[in-house]
């Protein structure tokens, strides 16, 4: 197995967007860089949200971008299958061998009672800290009010301390059960949470370095925690005092979170936006190098007039130079 293993894993819930783009931009050109597999993972697991089709128009977009693959959905590869959704037994077992260590509890609480039962109220993406009101209960079946949630209970000792690396955000220490509390592994309408299907999946398809979109930053702590709890020991053994035992490989891979684009008064971007669609580029005749060019320049790197801007980002690359904040999407379309 290569030293570095990336992936670049979309949801197929819609068309790709500029965001994506720059996201898997950046993933494809570290992993060149790094010389090192790169790694096609579909994320199709929450249903409701898949939108048909889009798996595919993903995959053509990126394919257009100049993107090439060494292990995905098309190709297969040494750790088929790359659609989540083919994926489902793993990540039962995973919830299994937490619930053997008891580490997991049903959970029918509603978002207004956790809102309301929370102790500071929190502005985040995350909602607020879960204050752990169904703890207690475990994983006994009772009277449940609506089809429960089965959540982690994050250790209360230093297990929950997690050091991120990260090499946009610098490396940081969080304390999971402070800032996020006991989180949700699978939803009450039986989908298994993106956190515990990436975990399983990143560490079954031996990821070492992950390259995301800046909006994912915060669940960096919460999956190396679930790496740790899932594989820092043999399965379905306890984990002792003593820490960790010889892991099947290390789960904690380094991070890059690329920053957000946002509108040019700071304000979210919606995926129907004007030329907010990878799609839209394509229909409009661009030249997907120029797009590239544009996107790695907004960022950071001017590739000047690179004819294979891909190869001259992946030679360039240099993290520090990425900006910090979120980035105006006009940078972008500027130059494209
Ligand atoms: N499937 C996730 C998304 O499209 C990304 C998962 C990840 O990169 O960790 O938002």
Known sequence: MPAYRGRFAPSPTGALHLGSAAAAIFCA???KQAGGALVLRMEDIDRPRVVPGAAEAILDDLAWLGLRWDESTDLGGPFAPYVQSERLARYEAALDDLAARGLVYYCDCSRAEIARAASAPHAGEEGPRYPGT?????MQKRDFRRPPAVRLAVPDDDRALVTVHDRVLGTYTEHVGDVTGDFVLRRGDGVFAYQLAVVVDDVHMQITDVVRGGDLASSSARQILLGNLL????????LGASGRLAAPFAPNPTFAHVPLLVADDGSRLAKRDKL??????????SDPRAL???IARAYGHDLRDAEAPLEALAETLDWSRLPRESVRVSTILAHA
């Open 134 to 138: 169904c703890r207690p209960f475990g």
């Open 276 to 285: 907010m669609a990878l799609r839209d580029h394509r229909a409009a005749g």
């Open 29 to 31: 050109a570290a992993a």
């Open 292 to 294: 590239v060019r544009a």
């Open 231 to 238: 594989h820092g020991t043999p399965l379905g053994s306890t």
